[in-house]
């Protein structure tokens, strides 16, 4: 009797579903391990079960080199987890999902999009284009499709996709060595996930890593992080919104801005306006994603097509409704300082400000000084209320209130919104979501729906 390697998937989201899967594919007995044991996590070890995958809830991860032979690892597992490190010691192969998914699927050429902030939309709209010009071209990875799944289906079609177009979050990357796209795309730079990086430094070394083993490299010329280390990138690409005269490389190898016109390599390709998206920040993104379908050698024309009917991204600027000429938006996935200022700089003032959730480190002080331009009242929710109710009122901003619920934000934000004239009632969290939800995208979604139901 010959006996199945045994591999181990630590973590039970999507991504780890994803890759006990893929693995039970590859003939491998699979074991996955979480730590959680809620009733959600319950329904998914039975499910599992009758695929013949086993699943230990309650399990805190011990490495046995005796009877693991391999050990795949989900995007929200710490790489530095003590479990981890002593695998990784005892010798045992020990990678990421999305490694373990380029190991199925690197025959296809990748575009891999990475960045603090933008790397969703720009991803979205990266896939819209390859798509309206005829390929195969799944976006997944951290956009919410997981990479395994997309492995899966190639290993049970034996058919692999056209391209790849994968967001990758520095979690991703960090336990993925060998990932090496075609088109490797960096959109913004700032601090984020210290709390599992520990430094600025490492943080930026993670995804830095992801674009040198790119064939090709494009970069946020107008971000100013990246823009400090343009010296480190002799061979890249690069964009600016404000022109060529901008841009930190010859202009034949960058896209910008002239006359309300994309230009890509000095070519104009498709007017600003057929982007739908509001904000300085989503030209950006159009400029990148323009940017990587030419030099994927995709059309004008498909190109222009797919901006012209690309519908947004849900929980990014999201447009949910219009009551009594009010505005309501929701911009969920800002769960950092940096993503909040601007999806509130991105909104007509003044605006009914929805703010709160899991606080996160980093500079709130761009984030403040555009509450003071823009906000004419500012509700907090969540864990996080009382310390920025304090950080308002030492910036000499008075108008905010805690209501702790979504329920009353909705409520008390249309009140305000409707005696204080203005024009918008904006969730825009500035944190995570774990508070008072599982992700980013529960709390948009209940957002919408108190929105839809209640006005």
Known sequence: MVLMATAYVIGLGRSGMAAARLLKQQGWQVIVSDAGQSEGLKHTQQLLASEGITVQLGDRFTPDPGRMQQVVVSPGVPWDLPGLVKAREFGIPTIGEVELAWQVLKQAPWVGITGTNGKTTTTALIAAIFQAAGYDAPACGNIGYAIGEVALQA???QKQPDWVIAELSSYQIES????????GVWTTFT??????HYTLENYYSIKAKLLRQSQLAILNGDDPYLRQTVRTWPDAYWTSVTGKDSLPCPPERGAYLESDWVVVQGEPIVPVQALRMVGGHNQQNLLMATLAARLAGIAPAAIVKAIESFPGVPHRL?????????DFINDSKATNYDAA?????????????IAGGEAKAGDDSGWL???QV????????????PVFAERLAQVGYSNYEIVETMERSVERGAELARSLNAKAVLLSPACA?????????QRGEHFRRLCLEHL
């Open 176 to 183: 993925s060595t060998s990932v090496a796209p075609r088109i």
């Open 433 to 441: 979501s774990f508070d008072q939800y599982a992700n980013f995208e």
């Open 318 to 326: 999201e447009h949910i409704c219009t009551w009594q000429g009010i």
């Open 341 to 353: 200022q601007v999806g509130l700089a991105a909104v007509a003032a003044p605006v009914v400000l």
């Open 374 to 385: 823009k906000a004419a009242a500012v509700l907090l929710i969540g864990s996080a209320a």
């Open 155 to 157: 290993l049970t079609e």
């Open 369 to 371: 000084d555009i509450i």
């Open 191 to 196: 601090p984020d996930h210290l709390s599992r």
